[in-house]
């Protein structure tokens, strides 16, 4: 996804202290602030120290629990599974962009 919108990937601490993403992405309180048009919350639950660091014009919120804090910080929030939500997702990019390129 970020691929196709030529967007910066990001993540929260846990990603970052598994070691799937480096430490030099984590966003948040003793990570880097950021600043986006938008910020795609994917999995993301919302914690203080994460969301304190990020300041974006909307914020697009994926996530299968409804009651996470997240959804009421969001100005979208989609409740579903990320690995049902993100393939979709990325094929209906891709034909909108190949459709807007015809
Ligand atoms: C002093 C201190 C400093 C900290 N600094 C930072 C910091 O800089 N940055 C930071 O990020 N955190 C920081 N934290 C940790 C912070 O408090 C949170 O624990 C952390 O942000 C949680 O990350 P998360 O939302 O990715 O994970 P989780 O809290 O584990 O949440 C995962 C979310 O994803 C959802 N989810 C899981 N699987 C799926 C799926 N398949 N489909 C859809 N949704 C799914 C869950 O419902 C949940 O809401 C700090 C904590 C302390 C005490």
């Not at 196709?4 to 480096?22: D, F, K, M, T």
């Not at 994926?62 to 993100?86: G, Q, S, T, W």
Request: proline content about 6%; overall charge neutral.
């Amino acid at each position: 996804l970020a691929d196709l919108l030529g967007a910066a990937v990001g993540c929260s601490r846990p990603i970052s202290e598994l070691g799937w993403e480096p430490h030099s992405r984590q966003i948040g309180q003793t990570g880097k602030g950021v600043s986006p048009r938008v910020y795609f919350a994917l999995g993301i639950s919302g914690a203080m120290q994460h969301m304190c660091a990020v300041n974006a014009d909307i914020v697009i919120a994926v996530n299968r629990d409804p009651k996470a804090p997240i959804m009421e910080m969001a100005d979208y929030a989609v409740v579903a599974d990320l690995k049902e939500f993100m393939p979709r997702l990325i094929e209906k990019m891709k034909a909108w962009k190949a459709e807007k390129q015809a």
